[in-house]
């Protein structure tokens, strides 16, 4: 891959070596992948030294190559994310925000990032209502009000600051180049671009960068090249992260909103600062899991799930037999519930944490499961959700052999965030303050209910369902997974998870499976293709609705066996993904 930048001495040494060692330990990666093929429908890519997985096969090369040229982990992830806001702008950005856990073996810490988007200073709890106290999602979905203030420079700054060895331009260069030179446009993306066409050439600035000058969409095979954002990333390359949020490109930002009367300010964006905290951990079997604390309900959740399911035997239960879908399912139900009961920014309301994720109240709602009959749910509690979601967020997984694991997701919530290009910026701004509660008891554009918790405050950070989750054994790092998937994301990660300890599949195995999903509220359960129509009618009988509906999630996935080999599961439901070990 060649570099825009001259690589450090260090680095070139490094790859030498690293070159060297892969060619000598060739006989043995080709003996660990034909045992891993050996009998499998799914192949997982197989690496000695690292493995990375994304969404979009330029940006996996990208971190793969840094990796490969003496990175770390954190560098390649850092990396990754830029490229992908330049090859991906329907979920990779610097417009939104997100969350990544960093698993230091050597040390034994997991840490998390938190660089979700915050609301404005200026924002007030009916700022999305009508004068008669009526949610309107137009206005929480695809206005300049929509945006949240970004993280995502802060954050991608900050990981690479504590882990990385990289400076931020080093990491910065594959992306400015690709947006620059551009790149070929992959039918996924193509695609991505005509089926949103409506909202996104609504805005003059938006028409700029995603059509051609006459109007007309681009083509697949097509180079696409974005030179303004090319522009703010060679900025902050030059002047720090700080630039995004006080120098000329904050300037662009704000100079957008006051042009639409919107209340995100200058202040709000130069007070905007990343947080790092515990990730929540639970057990599972044995295993160690560490996921996303909040302001995001995944890592709560996973792990309430998790604990509950524990008492089954899944494993004996089977993979989706209509037993282990049924517990599944209301396990599922009992965590959605109380997800829009109790989660919130923990910067401005208690949640309940500890009660959520302990092992006591997993057993008491696990007694309330009658192992032959469905919940309904109005039995759990009451909503009225909308049916509309979106499938949108990306998620990436890298891990490197120096024991550095780091599983990311971030997003601009809908597939091109509330579809606004900041003019003569080149970057999309997110549509996050959906994910609070417009109106306690209201759902969002996921179907999820949000309480009083979730409520808009000055600020405050909106709730999200994002859940990068790292599993270790015995100390190690073992599983790197997450995805995107709006309200599904939770219940994808989870099927990772169960897929890989409970029925012993193979990483690509695990991420290619049928899923299904539960939220509680709508009262069914969510399947994908591949479950069979006798296992529908058992659920069915024990009063489940079931409704097949469109593919969930893309959970971008790495195993790390005990002796060290990497294996990376891309996931088949995005076009684009992309396993690459080295
Ligand atoms: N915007 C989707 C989420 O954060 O869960």
Redesign the pocket.
């Known amino acids: 891959m060649p570099w825009p930048c001259s690589r450090p001495v260090k680095h070139r040494f490094v790859t030498l070596l690293a070159t060297l060692c892969i060619t000598a330990a060739f006989s043995a990666c080709a003996l660990a992948q034909s045992a891993i093929l050996e009998g499998e429908r799914f192949h997982p890519e197989v690496g000695e030294h690292g493995m990375v997985a994304t969404s979009h096969y330029l940006a996996s090369q990208i971190a793969h190559d840094v990796l490969a040229d003496g990175g770390n982990a954190v560098d390649a992830a850092v990396t990754a994310g830029f490229a992908l806001a330049v090859t991906q702008p329907r979920s990779g950005n610097i417009g939104g925000g997100?969350f990544m856990l960093i698993s230091d073996e050597k040390s034994g810490k997991v840490i998390a990032i938190d660089y979700?988007e915050k609301a404005p200073s200026k924002a007030y709890e009916t700022m999305f209502q009508d004068e008669d106290g009526n949610a309107v999602p137009e206005l929480s979905r695809y206005t300049h009000n929509a945006s949240g203030v970004p993280g995502t420079v802060a954050g991608l700054a900050l990981a690479l600051d504590k882990y990385g060895t990289l400076s931020l331009a080093e990491a910065l260069a594959p992306a400015i180049k690709l947006a620059d030179e551009g790149f070929v446009i992959p039918p996924r993306f193509a695609e991505g671009i005509r089926d949103a066409r409506e909202r996104l050439e609504k805005w003059d600035s938006t028409r700029k960068v995603f059509f051609k000058p006459d109007g007309s969409l681009y083509r697949a095979g097509e180079r696409f090249r974005q030179p303004d954002l090319a522009a703010t990333l060679k900025r902050i390359a030059e002047h720090g992260p700080r630039e995004f949020y006080e120098g000329e490109t904050a300037k662009l930002i704000v100079a957008e909103m006051h042009k639409h009367d919107a209340l995100m300010s200058a202040e709000d964006l130069a007070s905007y600062q990343p947080t790092i905290r515990e990730p929540v951990h639970g057990t599972y079997r044995g295993y160690d899991v560490y996921a996303m604390s909040p302001p995001?309900?995944?890592g709560a959740h996973i792990v309430q799930m998790l604990n509950i399911l524990e008492g089954y035997d899944i494993g004996a239960m089977g993979f989706n037999s209509a037993r282990t879908i049924h517990v599944m399912s209301e396990a599922m139900k009992r965590a959605y519930a109380d997800r829009a009961e109790y989660l919130g920014d923990t910067d401005f309301i208690d949640v309940p944490l500890e009660g959520i994720t302990s092992k006591a109240y997993a057993d008491e709602l696990r007694s309330q499961i009658d192992l032959d009959r469905a919940t309904p749910s109005s039995e759990i509690a009451a909503g009225n959700p909308l049916p509309y979601e979106?499938n949108?967020?990306t998620h990436f997984s890298i891990a490197d052999d120096s024991g550095l694991a780091v599983s990311n997701?971030y997003?601009?919530?809908?597939s091109y965030g509330s579809g606004i290009v900041v003019d003569g910026a080149g970057f999309l701004l997110?549509n996050?303050m959906?994910?609070f509660s417009a109106k306690p008891g209201t759902p969002n554009a996921?179907g999820l209910i949000g309480g009083e918790a979730n409520k808009i405050e000055p600020e405050k950070r909106?709730?999200?369902?994002?859940t990068p989750t790292i599993v270790k054994k015995d100390g190690k790092n073992f599983l790197i997974t997450g995805s995107?998937g709006?309200?599904r994301?939770i219940t994808t990660t989870l099927q990772v998870v169960m897929n890989v300890i409970d029925h012993g599949m193979n990483i690509q195995s695990a991420v290619s499976a049928p899923r299904i999903h539960d939220q509680w509220l709508p009262d069914e359960i969510r399947i994908e293709d591949g479950i069979s129509p006798d296992t529908v009618a058992l659920l069915e009988a024990m009063g489940h609705k079931v409704s097949r509906q469109e593919a969930m999630g893309a959970a971008q996935s790495i195993l790390i066996g005990d002796d060290g080999t990497f294996t990376g599961g891309a996931d088949p439901r995005r076009s684009t993904s992309s396993a690459m070990g080295l």
């Open positions: 997100g979700r995001s309900s995944g979106s949108e967020t997701t997003t601009i919530n809908f997110n996050e959906d994910d996921y909106m709730l999200s369902s994002m995107p709006g309200s994301i």
